[in-house]
T-cell receptor
Framework: KQEVTQIPAALSVPEGENLVLNCSFTDSAIYNLQWFRQDPGKGLTSLLLIQSSQREQTSGRLNASLDKSSGRSTLYIAASQPGDSATYLCAVSRYTAGNMLTFGGGTRLMVKP | SQTIHQWPATLVQPVGSPLSLECTVEGTSNPNLYWYRQAAGRGLQLLFYSVGIGQISSEVPQNLSASRPQDRQFILSSKKLLLSDSGFYLC??????????FGQGTRLTVV
């Protein structure tokens, strides 16, 4: 059974810092990995999708990497801003034809002005 | 463009009462549909998924059921709610490709 772990569970940083969020998974036979953002009481917004054949994806100040063999992914946020404050969720997909995701517990990020 | 709608946004229900949460998707046909739950202190967990009308698969045994009466409509139900059913319920859709798209969620509190 796939298990996804995110470290740290919570993180507080001053504005402008670069930061790294970590995600690990126990079964390397994944189809893809997604990073989501969740604001309090809201749904999920997809940030980055890395397919199993890829090693990284970038969008603006966000960069996500994937190392399938070691079961790890990192989300790098450059020059953090207060608007980045949210919970960040990592999820892996188990099948090629579906989107059945297994989620980590999330990292709650607070960026202080 | 595709959109997903969930309602209600919040719901407070007494123990033992029935439940019906609805999710609809617009702008696409034959989507895969999913119900996830986020319980307090726990991560998001897949409850049900559907690849077509009337086709429902359950991921975990529970007090809930799901139905798909129309191509783009997914309903989560319960005949009698338990306190442990409280949580944040998210509907999602996909095309069978790698991406998943989520609704805004329903916050259910069972009292």
């Amino acid at each position: 059974k796939q298990e996804v772990t995110q470290i740290p569970a919570a993180l507080s940083v001053p504005e402008g810092e670069n930061l790294v969020l970590n995600c690990s998974f126990t079964d390397s036979a994944i189809y893809n990995l997604q990073w989501f953002r969740q604001d309090p009481g809201k749904g999920l917004t997809s940030l980055l999708l890395i397919q199993s054949s890829q090693r990284e994806q970038t969008s603006g100040r966000l960069n996500a990497s994937l190392d399938k063999s070691s079961g790890r992914s990192t989300l790098y946020i450059a020059a953090s801003q207060p608007g980045d404050s949210a919970t960040y969720l990592c999820a892996v997909s188990r099948y090629t034809a579906g989107n059945m995701l297994t989620f980590g517990g999330g990292t709650r990020l607070m960026v202080k002005p | 463009s595709q959109t997903i709608h969930q309602w209600p946004a919040t719901l407070v229900q007494p123990v033992g009462s029935p439940l019906s949460l609805e999710c609809t998707v617009e702008g696409t046909s034959n989507p895969n549909l999913y119900w996830y739950r986020q319980a307090a202190g726990r991560g998001l967990q897949l409850l049900f998924y559907s690849v077509g009308i009337g086709q429902i698969s359950s991921e975990v045994p529970q007090n809930l059921s799901a139905s798909r009466p129309q191509d783009r409509q997914f309903i989560l139900s319960s005949k009698k709610l338990l306190l442990s059913d409280s949580g944040f319920y998210l509907c999602a859709w996909g095309t069978g490709g790698p991406e998943a798209f989520f609704g805004q969620g329903t916050r259910l509190t069972v009292v």
